[in-house]
């Protein structure tokens, strides 16, 4: 459709968005209180086939675990694909909500943990089923097909690939766009939107350090591994400063230090759980080289009895949005949103969102939705503390109800109206 089309097809559906409103905040509610871990989506998952089935969708769930796709065909045109991530976070919610989370469950490794939703997913799997109901009520308005995915895991980097994997290719049409969208710090009701890369790619390591355990009173009898472990942590954060360009982009985090169970017992071995974060291939490889090579030599100046061990704890690509169709998106948001449509800046965290255009091998464009109180935001940089805002993955993090709901809707029609065709 042309700009001013999905103004036209925005200024129809405008009626029945604003009351389906109740509805679908509550269905957010609901989410937001009944978080799932990665992988455990169950009851997310079963709420998003269940609607879409009402609203005459071919639903096929399963898929990679707990993955849902829903496929409405309605005539001739491209096939658009929408995407949300479900899960939710082991965090302990501590946003002070009266529809804050209170479960716990058992995570990967039988820890029982809290688990709340503070990234926004419970916002991504709502606007998701909104649209869907918008483009079923309303096929008078449009035609193409549109593929609605609701994914799970990408908290830990798995969901994509793991839907993927179990044969999207082959199982769903293939689709000419790929859409997604987060809701982040910023303005609620503003929408970011940027072309090329607009979210770093990531990679969690976890390395072991080996040494000599003794006791506490006789350290000359150990290797001690708690002293490697924080030379290797120290020494890794000179990667960033001293070996990347300054106009290039990195960031290394040690964000676990594990070693010992006893203040008078030196360990057997330390194990780091290292994140990194780059928008360039190069600067990925030298990063991750550096970080082996770091440990590789504190470990044998502190004499080590063998290598480290280094493992894959997760991997996110980098996400890059294709350049022609974020253009047309843009144009779209702009003609729609006005000033609140904003180029963003990039942001260093990562998502598996770009799996499925990779693998599909098709463009993609993500973008940013604002949830933040607008006087919040405005008083936050008037005094250079946006930092202080509760951003995603904070405890506290709580994107205003509204319109940060509404925005949603609009910008995944408003999006995916650009391939369909107008009726």
Request: some cysteine; overall charge negative.
């Amino acid at each position: 459709m042309t700009t001013d089309q999905i103004k036209a097809l925005n200024t129809k559906l405008d009626s029945a968005l604003e009351a389906m409103l109740p509805e679908m905040e509550g269905i957010y509610k609901d989410i937001h209180s009944h978080p799932e871990l990665s992988m455990q989506e169950k009851r997310t998952a079963q709420i998003a086939a269940d609607y879409l089935r009402k609203y005459n969708w071919e639903v096929t769930i399963g898929i990679g675990g707990t993955g849902v796709v829903g496929v409405l065909k309605n005539g001739a045109g491209s096939t658009v694909m929408l995407r949300a991530d479900m899960d939710g976070l082991p965090i302990t919610e501590d946003t002070g909500l009266p529809y804050a989370s209170t479960v716990r469950a058992k995570d990967a490794d039988g820890r029982e943990v809290g688990v709340s939703h503070t990234c926004g997913h419970d916002f991504h799997v709502t606007w998701l089923m909104g649209a869907a109901r918008l483009l079923a009520e309303h096929k008078d308005q449009w035609s193409g097909t549109v593929l609605a995915v609701f994914q799970p895991g990408e908290e830990v980097g798995r969901g994509a690939k793991s839907m993927m994997d179990d044969g999207m290719i082959k199982r769903f049409p293939k689709p000419d766009i790929i859409l997604g969208q987060h809701v982040m710090v910023g303005i609620a009701g503003h929408v970011g939107h940027r072309s090329g890369a607009i979210l770093s790619g990531g990679d969690s390591l976890q390395i072991k350090l080996f040494g000599r355990g003794s006791h506490g009173s006789q350290p000359q009898n150990s290797i001690d591994p708690v002293i490697m472990a924080a030379a290797t942590t120290m020494r890794l954060q000179t990667i960033v400063s001293r070996e990347i360009d300054p106009d290039k982009s990195a960031v290394v985090t040690v964000g676990s230090l594990q070693a010992g169970t006893k203040e008078n017992v030196i360990p057997d071995d330390a194990t780091l759980k290292i994140n990194i974060r780059t928008f360039d291939e190069d600067v990925r490889e030298k990063v991750i080289s550096a970080v082996k090579r770091v440990c590789s030599a504190e470990c044998q100046a502190s004499n080590a009895p063998k290598d480290p061990e280094f493992s894959t704890i997760n991997y996110y690509p980098l996400t890059q949005n294709d350049a022609e169709a974020t253009a047309k998106i843009a144009e779209a948001f702009d003609a729609q949103f006005g000033e609140r449509s904003i180029e963003t800046p990039r942001r260093s965290a990562s998502e598996d969102f770009s799996v499925f255009g990779r693998e599909w091998k098709v463009p993609y464009v993500f973008w940013f939705v604002g949830g933040t109180d607008k006087d919040v935001f405005l008083e936050a940089k008037k005094n250079k503390a946006i930092n202080t805002i509760p951003s995603n993955h904070s405890p506290k993090f709580a994107p205003v109800l509204h319109p940060t709901l509404k925005t949603g809707f609009v910008t995944m029609i408003t999006a995916a109206a650009v391939w369909l065709n107008a009726r």
